[in-house]
T-cell receptor
Framework: NAGVMQNPRHLVRRRGQEARLRCSPM?????VYWYRQLPEEGLKFMVY????????ESGMPKERFSAEFPKEGPSILRIQQVVRGDSAAYFC???????????????FGSGTQLSVL | DAKTTQPNSMESNEEEPVHLPCNHS???????IHWYRQLPSQGPEYVIH???SNVNNRMASLAIAEDRKSSTLILHRATLRDAAVYYC???????????FGAGTILRVKS
């Protein structure tokens, strides 16, 4: 069973371009989470999605950032008109559907390192 | 998710046990205590979690204080591969997302 797959592993964009980060969850996982880690800082929650539904986007910047998890295919984190401050590692995690207590483990991918020139 | 307090860093010798403390004085009765770790250049990795009783798995043990205001992650024999940032999180029942703090940087000396 392959783990959470993120691609690309490294992404370089110039200011003003768009960045699209992909995340394929583990088999059987219908819940996806995106986190951002700025250099020398901790992991910050961005968004939590279920297939075709955003459950919690309280950590998403109000502008330029969007996320989706379609019925078929990977989850996509999209950043429009990137700026240098968007340079960070972006991690995706997946989990099983919530069970009793909603305390399923999260399984993380290896991340996408976004560099904005 | 409420705030936890961990030491910024700790150091251990290889092959010796490591006790990583965490204070969570504002924990509520239904919050679970989770530990994750992040190795260099990798995503976080689940270590262990518990509610009230001490827990053991192949990676570590979790000792939870009787009043649940603190817990300790125990690595029984540290190896160089255990060098990582360890995060203690308490997670609301029926709350799926994890809120990470600064964690403890564990350095293991050979």
């Amino acid at each position: 069973n392959a783990g959470v797959m993120q691609n690309p592993r490294h992404l370089v964009r110039r200011r003003g371009q768009e960045a699209r980060l992909r995340c394929s969850p583990m088999k059987g996982h219908s819940h996806v989470y995106w986190y951002r880690q700025l250099p020398e800082e901790g992991l910050k929650f961005m968004v939590y999605l279920q297939k075709e539904n955003i459950i919690d986007e309280s950590g998403m910047p109000k502008e330029r950032f969007s996320a989706e998890f379609p019925k078929e295919g990977p989850s996509i984190l999209r950043i429009q008109q990137v700026v240098r401050g968007d340079s960070a590692a972006y991690f995706c995690a997946s989990s099983l559907p919530p069970g009793q207590g909603h305390n399923e483990k999260l399984f993380f991918g290896s991340g996408t390192q976004l560099s904005v020139l | 998710d409420a705030k936890t307090t961990q030491p910024n860093s700790m150091e251990s010798n290889e092959e010796e046990p490591v006790h990583l403390p965490c204070n969570h004085s504002t924990i509520s009765g239904t919050d679970y205590i989770h530990w994750y770790r992040q190795l260099p250049s990798q995503g976080p990795e689940y270590v262990i979690h518990g509610l009230t009783s001490n827990v053991n798995n192949r990676m570590a043990s979790l000792a939870i204080a009787e009043d649940r205001k603190s817990s300790t992650l125990i690595l029984h024999r540290a190896t160089l591969r255990d060098a990582a940032v360890y995060y203690c999180i308490h997670r609301r029942e029926y709350g799926n997302k994890l809120v990470f703090g600064a964690g403890t940087i564990l350095r293991v000396k050979s």
